[in-house]
């Protein structure tokens, strides 16, 4: 077998616990709206809420004991521990017969989702060659976008066929296999080469750096160039980089790619992402739309989501990431503005919908196409390949606890916002994703193809700009490119077997 293979698949098996989180995220507005929930718990919107909320709560407080646990314990027995929690809070929210169990169960899966989505993409990036890493990390909105999938086609599934308490808890139940599936076999996977090294695991780190790029041959040019590479790298962070978390705001170096992997990440909550996949449903029912038809439409946008993410696995190594995140918000921008323009002129609750609703229909679509092809992988991409191996593990932590104190807020003010100020609550995603795409044209370097181990000698060094146009920056993209691995190098065009 290849060795980008090899990665790739081990890649796709790690993100199986992306897998939990696409589920959740499609499969709980089918449970709140199915008539057996309704009948057994009586929730009022409130009650609704914070069983919507308090999983991205729970999720929060995951990706925060990630970022120690990454560390001391390793990247897949992190990955063991997010899927064991993840379980416990599933099967608890299956058998749930009252709420309050409802909520405990949410929490705690929340809990094991942060652990997973803050470490799959350190993981990701950390066994990955530097030609396919975007491919590789970008499996993580891939296959979160599977999830969605899945639940997009059974919640309609049960809501149509189920009327008893079957018709949300199958749901509920079936998102607790693929975290069986992680929880048995991740520790026959490779530990992260440079996680070994780093804790003095030196020869088990060259041996398995050797596994994912070479078929075993620790001889190999390419290997040893990388496993020198990677142990003055780390001997320099020893001595040099940060050691807590709070020297990743005093020291400059990582404090700039602290900024910008939390900045992503909150970025991407103001896209509208959230805020438009909550008030979609809603608008589908005011325009005539009955609910298992509306189900089925956000199913269909759960397809045209996996087609835009797999492009994007194929094209962000060619394409690099910084274009990609500005044109991807600027097409936001673009959909937003339409669909507030026909929210404004067409009320969906003035009986005016018609072509209108349809319109609204397609332009979430469209959205839904961009925001999969750019910005949601990118979320992901850049924070996990941007810090160096002794702050990578707290900077992702701290970027994917944005994300989700983000969502949250989205989560718990939209419905309020739609309420009181109706169509002009979209008008703040329109301005959000302009001054995203400006935000990035000036502050966010190219990372494509650089190896890990020189993004702080490189893009980030200490002397570096933060602005990255104008001439004092040309220095440094031109080394960025020079560094740069192709995908054509000698050594991956080998056809080792």
């Not at 314990?73 to 058998?95: C, S, Y």
């Not at 003035?350 to 990118?378: D, E, M, Q, R």
Request: glycine letters at 8%.
């Amino acid at each position: 077998m290849k060795p980008h293979t090899y990665q790739l698949l081990v890649g796709v098996f790690a993100s199986v616990g992306s897998v939990l989180y696409g589920y959740d995220l499609g499969v709980i507005a089918s449970v709140v709206g199915s008539t057996s929930y309704d009948a057994l718990f009586h929730a009022d919107a409130a009650q609704n809420g914070a069983v919507v909320s308090l999983f991205t709560g729970g999720a929060f407080f995951g990706a925060m004991f990630a970022g120690p646990a990454g560390d001391s314990l390793g990247r897949r027995l992190t990955i063991l521990v997010g899927a064991l929690l993840f379980l416990l809070g599933g099967a608890i929210q299956t058998a749930a017969q009252t709420l309050n169990y409802l909520y405990g169960g949410r929490a705690i899966a929340g809990l094991g989702v942060g652990f997973l989505t803050m470490i799959i993409p350190v993981y990701q990036s950390e066994i990955a060659h530097p030609s396919i890493r975007g491919r590789v990390t970008g499996l993580q909105q891939f296959m979160l976008g599977i999830g969605a999938f899945l639940a997009g086609w059974i919640s309609w599934g049960c809501f149509t066929d189920l009327s008893t308490s079957a018709q949300w808890r199958v749901p509920l139940g079936i998102q607790n296999l693929p975290a069986v599936i992680l929880a048995a076999l991740i520790l026959l996977f490779p530990e992260s080469p440079r996680w070994l090294i780093d804790h003095n695991r030196v020869e088990e780190g060259l041996a398995t750096l050797a596994k994912l790029h070479s078929n075993g041959d620790i001889n190999d040019p390419w290997v040893q160039s990388e496993f020198a590479l990677i142990q003055e790298t780390i001997s320099f962070e020893h001595e040099h980089e940060a050691k807590s978390y709070m020297e990743l705001f005093t020291n400059p170096s990582a404090f700039r790619r602290l900024f910008l992997a939390v900045a992503i990440q909150a970025s991407i909550q103001m896209t509208g992402v959230s805020a438009i996949q909550y008030y979609s449903v809603t608008i589908f029912a005011q325009i005539g739309i009955s609910a298992d038809n509306a189900l089925k439409y956000q199913a269909i946008n759960s397809i045209l989501a996996l087609i835009a993410q797999a492009a994007c696995m194929l094209l962000i190594d060619k394409f690099g990431r910084r274009p990609t995140l500005i044109i991807g918000n600027l097409v936001n921008c673009v959909m937003f503005i339409i669909v507030t323009v026909l929210l404004a002129k067409f009320p969906p609750d003035t009986g005016s919908g018609g072509t209108a609703g349809w319109g609204f229909i397609i332009v979430t679509w469209l959205y839904n196409i961009s925001f999969s092809f750019a910005c949601g992988p990118l979320s992901w991409i850049i924070p996990a390949e941007i810090f160096d191996t002794h702050t990578r593990s707290k900077g992702v932590s701290l970027a994917t606890m944005t994300s989700f104190a983000f969502n949250t807020l989205i989560g718990q003010v939209t419905s309020i916002a739609v309420e009181s100020v109706g169509w002009r609550y979209f008008v703040l995603f329109a301005v959000c994703n302009f001054t995203n795409a400006v935000f990035f044209y000036f502050v966010l370097p190219e990372t494509k193809r650089v190896p890990l181990e020189q993004m702080s000698s490189v893009v980030f060094a200490r002397e570096a700009p933060w602005i990255v146009v104008g001439k004092r920056a040309q220095l440094y993209r031109a080394q960025a490119a020079a560094v740069a691995v192709d995908t054509h190098d000698v050594e991956l065009k080998k056809d080792v077997v």
